[in-house]
């Protein structure tokens, strides 16, 4: 989903996507993707720390105040080599924490947060985007509707 949203052609080589039916899209996001390991892990489902730190990478996004972070009681919860990513996302209004002041970064992320999320980054590049439009591609394909 993000190669497409983000229109990425990075090169990869997880060692555990060889016959994987998605390895070219997940080759094209490795750039992006936290992997701390050269495994992927396609099938394991991916959290909102996951898609946050992904989108912040995309759009080259940084962290410029890491007490952002504190507003959210689990915070800890988030691993270290991915707060700057993840925070830059909270600093930008990308992901949003729940009423109860937590980020909740590794609750598994539904198909509505990944799209909202991924909406919101692609109106940072283009402020006149329409819902629709974020998830269309330059030869006319709609990845969501």
């Known amino acids: 989903m993000l190669s497409f949203a983000f ?13 994987h039916w998605a390895k070219e899209q997940i080759n094209k996001s490795a750039g992006i993707m936290y992997a701390p390991t050269q ?22 996004l940084t962290c410029t105040n ?5 507003k959210f ?18 600093e930008k209004g ?9 980020l909740r970064p590794e609750n598994n992320v ?9 909406f919101r980054a692609k109106k940072i590049i283009n402020p006149e985007l329409s819902f629709a439009d974020a998830f269309s591609s330059s030869n006319g394909a709609v990845y969501f509707t």
């Open 7 to 19: 229109e990425l052609s990075g090169e990869g080589s997880f060692s555990d996507i060889e016959n």
């Open 39 to 60: 495994n992927f892990e396609p099938d394991k489902n991916a959290t909102r720390a996951d898609v946050a730190y992904a989108v912040a990478k995309a759009l080259g």
């Open 66 to 70: 890491f007490e952002s972070g504190n």
């Open 73 to 90: 009681s689990d915070i800890a919860l988030l691993k270290d080599d991915m707060k700057e990513q993840v925070l830059a996302a909270v």
């Open 94 to 102: 990308l992901v949003l924490g729940y009423e109860d002041n937590t």
């Open 110 to 118: 539904t198909r509505a947060e990944a799209a909202v999320i991924i």
